[in-house]
């Protein structure tokens, strides 16, 4: 099992977290464990829970960190508070999360999230979960099918794609990521660019629906904030545009507190802010990362700290 990847933003993202050395932290998604090595290094005593709903990331990180102060949990992170209850742990110093597609699911094939190499239609983070892009392809109705194009993929030729798709597999049923591809190449116009782009997008579309992914980051972050303590630290990265969006909103509403309309003289609803932003604008990855790494182009970090 091959883990050789690039941690996004690491230095950056472990900085912000504030580390302090007997300290309790949770990466929400292990990955490649390059996250969560880091936090390691950085702590005397403490400790590290890393989440993933991977367990090629699991047996990777279990093997590769093998340290005492590291627990490595199967789940969704949607689930932190009950995976925390479980472990008997009230409150954390810091909550990370590093959201999207590992580098080791796009690199493996067999997995089916990268549209780069031929693979069966899969797209599952959780292997066990019942739900695949296959099943996704072959069975959402036309309006369904065009509603996930548009909504979670942002692609504008989605009724058209979603139409051909549905036309094509009374055929024969999608089976594989390059079947897929090539609908999308042959019905998108434009440019060699352009077509690619549909790719991404669509990809990107079925990836979220399988994996719940956006409803995933809502309910993480709200369920993070109560957990961390007095000057206790979450830290996301982003790396797509719905994304980002759900992560900016939460944290405004979360560091304003009062939801009271506009127009009222006075707060009636008595909610106080809970975090203030260490982050008023994202960090991006530097020129050098940049230059190392094409899949950081789209990264996003913000942060925000428990008042």
Known sequence: MDFKHYTVLREEAVELLDIKENGIYVDCTLGGAGHTKLILEKLKGGRVIG?????????????????????????????????????GINEVDGVLMDLGVSSHQLDTAERGF???ADGPLDMRMDSASPLTAADVINQYSEKELARIFWEYGEERFSRKIASVICEN????????????????????????T??????????????????GE??????????????????????????????DRIVKSRFAAAARGCDCPSDFP????????????????????????????????????RCGEKL
């Open 169 to 192: 597999r009374k055929e024969k049923p999608y089976t594989t990521t390059g079947e897929l591809l090539q609908t999308v190449s042959d019905t998108v116009r434009g440019s060699k």
């Open 214 to 243: 956006l409803t995933a980051v809502e309910e993480v972050i709200d369920r993070s904030l109560p957990l961390l303590k007095k000057g206790g630290r979450v830290v996301v990265i982003s790396f797509h545009s719905l994304e």
């Open 266 to 301: 006075v707060c009636i609803c008595g909610k106080k802010p809970i975090i203030k932003l260490i982050t008023r604008k994202p960090l991006l990855p530097s020129e050098k990362e940049l230059a190392e790494n094409s899949r950081s182009h789209s990264a996003k970090l």
């Open 51 to 87: 989440i993933d709903r991977d367990d090629d990331a699991l047996e990777n990180a279990r093997r590769v960190l093998d340290d005492s102060r590291f627990t490595a949990v199967k789940s969704n992170f949607s689930e932190i508070d009950s995976v925390l209850s479980d472990l």
């Open 194 to 211: 352009d077509k690619l782009s549909s790719v991404k997008r669509i990809f990107q579309a079925v990836r979220i629906e399988v994996n």
């Open 114 to 116: 990268s549209y780069s």
